[in-house]
């Protein structure tokens, strides 16, 4: 009888736990879960999701701009994304004047689409396991021989699926090495804005609300491929036609179910599920704080620079998001592995690893000290490791200054050759042009304070290591004041004063005698000589170790589910429309509506300031055939397991069409790039009726819901 019942409670806890499932798959191994899939709703085949000779859902699905995902909605190559994703190419065609950041911008046709150079999209032809032929020959090679072997299978393999056709071909590791896959793309080099929501809208919430449930972002634009008429990538040309998709998705608005099936395609960026114990805890006690401590300085003055001008406003918004968002990322992170108590999870599991490795002389041999192994680099070179982040930050997330002085080093370095060959002049042309647009979003005052106070900081952290002599013989305060009153890298004025009378003579005296470029040189050196060449041996033994832990993993526990970390490749998650219960004592539900829109408003926080439209059309409950059961739905939760890179991506229902655009996660779940716990990872999807009620009833676009095929 016991026995009977302690069976039938395993039994109901599995048909009621949450159905959560962790793991980022590869789309062409998706057969495998097929029934799994199904059994929860799914209506359609692996094949109709991944198919390599006939069209499928993997043809709708694009990487946007290399760290997005967007998907194609009608068969004119309309494609949606998130508003965060195409945010530079917003700003950058908004102006004081047209300022498409405050009020959205809608091409009334295509004439009116914007033009934006450099912007990609690609799609996935085919991926494919190329690991016996990567590894082909490689035997009893070790070290340099070993990674050379595999470079030149690659390149080999690389040529021959490039050969004849106009596709891109890349071969990259999964699992450490112990898969290699090569992704074969097409991708499209003319891609532009169709439109795109207020902020007030697509950005609403803004960071009170961001990696926050419950949301009521639209976080969405529009975009359209153009190809040359032959259907196929071209740079941008006035001949140019839209692109004739394979595939595109139906876009469902009938009623969503909560515990319907759901599944996100997409390029997620990078996961982190193996870190040992060790390297869990750095991050935890030590790395990400910092960062969030260098961080919480830059942010402080931007925002306050923000709120007191709509110039520094405009100018400042892109590079606030991009600070700000991994900011409160790790804020989020390190909460969610100590409430979960990650780190005890992280040692049982390891010792579960070595008992197992252990109680084997064959195991014991390959898999035994793995994991101590790893746990004792990290010890080794964490301080490293840390330097190395600490640079990240100080370098390429601090000051402005720095990237004026990488461009002018590049500059410096090409100038005898350029002279030799008759190029100086369009050199020169090429910086002012390149200054001119850095110094369109530039603040002097403000990088003037985020100078002081990151290296400050930054000459903190890295205490007893690896510091350029100027930074350990000037304090912070004295170097600010000179570099602010005289470098030519911090002012437009001089910096174009500085190229207009240019010759060698006063290029000499910029290396020498420039502050501003003296610290970054300094910095930038001790970077390059004294961190990165450790940082290279650290990361290759690193990736040796978790090479063998994760294929300990597969050999010794056969049966447990294995995915491969992300890795910016296309990957598939699936789950249902559910919502959580992260916090003791509350209860997230999986929606929201337009009703939160005005209570947020309400609270008199600018993150949630609105147009006066948006509050009529709630007042009048305007909410056009969008609406279920007389409510708007804005966002909703879903149980699939998914990171940064799929942004944009989008959330398929169990027919196969768009149901919302994956935008977000919950801060309670952000910890999902280390560990995976099905009752808090909730990703956060703008519902499409909302997008489609933003375009047809909120900006009079109906032309672009007409273009696309409805489901009801
Ligand atoms: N957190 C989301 C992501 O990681 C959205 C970021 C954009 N929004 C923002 N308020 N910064 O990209
Ligand atoms: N906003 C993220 C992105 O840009 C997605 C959120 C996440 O990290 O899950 O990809």
Redesign the pocket.
């Known amino acids: 009888m016991k026995r009977f019942l302690l069976v039938a409670i395993i039994a109901l806890t599995s048909i009621f736990k949450s159905v959560a499932e962790e793991g980022m798959l590869i789309p062409s191994l998706i057969k495998a879960f097929e029934s799994d899939m199904q059994a929860m709703g799914m209506k359609l085949t692996a094949q109709e999701i991944y198919d390599v000779n006939n069209s499928s859902l993997k043809d709708a699905i694009l990487h946007f701009g290399g760290g997005c995902t967007a998907e194609l909605v009608s068969g004119e190559g309309l494609l949606l994304t998130?508003?965060?994703?195409g945010?530079s190419q917003i700003q950058s065609h908004s102006s004081l004047e047209n300022d498409y950041l405050k009020y959205g911008f809608w091409a009334k046709d295509k004439k009116e689409e914007k033009v934006n150079p450099g912007l990609t999209a690609s799609r996935v032809v085919r991926i494919q396991d190329v690991t016996k032929d990567a590894l082909f020959g490689t035997e009893g090679l070790q070290g340099l021989e070993f990674s050379n072997k595999i470079q030149k299978n690659i390149a080999t393999l690389v040529a021959d699926a490039e050969n004849g056709t106009h596709y891109t071909a890349k071969i990259k590791p999964f699992n450490y090495g112990n898969e290699y896959y090569m992704i074969v793309k097409e991708t499209f080099l003319d891609v532009r804005l169709v439109g795109t929501p207020p902020n007030s809208i697509g950005?609403f919430?803004?960071?009170t609300?961001?990696?926050i449930w419950p949301r009521h972002?639209g976080?969405f634009s529009v975009f359209r491929v153009y190809s040359n008429t032959s259907n196929e990538p071209a740079e941008y040309s006035e001949s140019n036609v839209p692109y004739k998709p394979l595939h595109f998705l139906p876009v469902s608005v009938k009623n969503r179910v909560p515990g319907e099936f759901t599944m996100v395609y997409g390029f997620p960026g990078k996961t982190e599920q193996h870190l040992s114990s060790g390297n869990l805890k750095f991050y935890m006690d030590q790395e990400r704080p910092a960062r969030i401590k260098m961080r919480e300085k830059s942010l402080s003055v931007i925002d306050a620079g923000m709120r007191s001008s709509d110039a520094i406003r405009i100018k400042y918004a892109s590079k606030?998001?991009?600070i700000?968002?991994?900011w409160?990322?790790w804020i989020g992170q390190i909460g969610g592995l100590k409430t979960v108590d990650a780190m005890q999870i992280k040692l049982d599991r390891e010792k579960v690893y070595n008992n197992s490795a252990r109680g084997q002389k064959d195991w014991a041999m390959k898999y035994g000290s793995v994991i101590d192994d790893m746990n004792a680099l990290v010890e080794k070179y964490k301080d490293v490791e840390f330097g190395y982040s600490m640079a990240i930050e100080y370098l390429y997330v601090g000051p402005e200054l720095f990237g004026r002085a990488r461009a002018m080093n590049e500059f410096l370095s090409a100038y005898s050759t350029l002279e030799e060959n008759g190029e100086l002049e369009a050199a020169i042309e090429k910086q002012i042009r390149g200054a001119k647009g850095f110094f369109k979003n530039y603040d002097e005052n403000i990088d003037k304070e985020i100078f002081r106070l990151l290296t400050e900081e930054y000459v903190n952290q890295i205490g007893d290591g690896p510091l350029p002599d100027i930074l350990k013989e000037n304090s912070a305060e004295e170097l600010t004041e000179i570099i602010y009153s005289k470098s030519i890298l911090t002012n437009e004025e001089r910096f174009m004063k500085f190229m207009n009378k240019l010759n060698s003579k006063s290029l000499d005296k910029l290396k020498k005698k420039d502050q501003g470029f003296k610290v970054w040189s300094g910095a930038n050196d001790t970077f390059f000589k004294e961190v990165i060449p450790d940082v290279r041996v650290y990361h290759a033994q690193m990736e040796e170790l978790l090479k063998a832990y994760v294929a300990g993993r597969m050999e010794m526990f056969p049966d447990e589910k294995m995915w491969a970390d992300a890795n910016s490749t296309m990957r598939i998650t699936y789950g249902k429309l559910e919502g959580s219960a992260p916090h003791d004592g509350m209860k997230y539900t999986e929606h929201t509506t337009i009703d939160g829109i005005i209570a947020k408003n309400n609270t008199g926080n600018p993150d949630y300031e609105l147009l006066p439209r948006m509050r009529e059309l709630a007042k009048d409950k305007n909410y056009g055939d969008y609406a279920q059961d007389g409510e708007l739905w804005v966002c909703f939760t879903g149980s699939n397991h998914t990171t940064?890179g799929n942004?944009g991506s989008p959330v398929i229902d169990g027919e196969g069409n768009l149901m919302g655009l994956n935008?977000?996660?919950s801060w309670e779940s952000t910890m999902s790039d280390f560990m995976f716990d099905a009752s808090r990872c909730r990703n956060i999807t703008v519902d499409v009726r909302y997008v489609l009620w933003v375009m047809d009833i909120y900006s009079g676009a109906k032309h672009l819901v007409d273009e696309m095929t409805l489901v009801k």
């Open positions: 998130n508003h965060h994703c945010y950005k919430g803004g960071d609300d961001n990696w972002t976080d606030q998001a991009r700000a968002n991994a409160k990322k940064g942004s935008f977000d996660r």
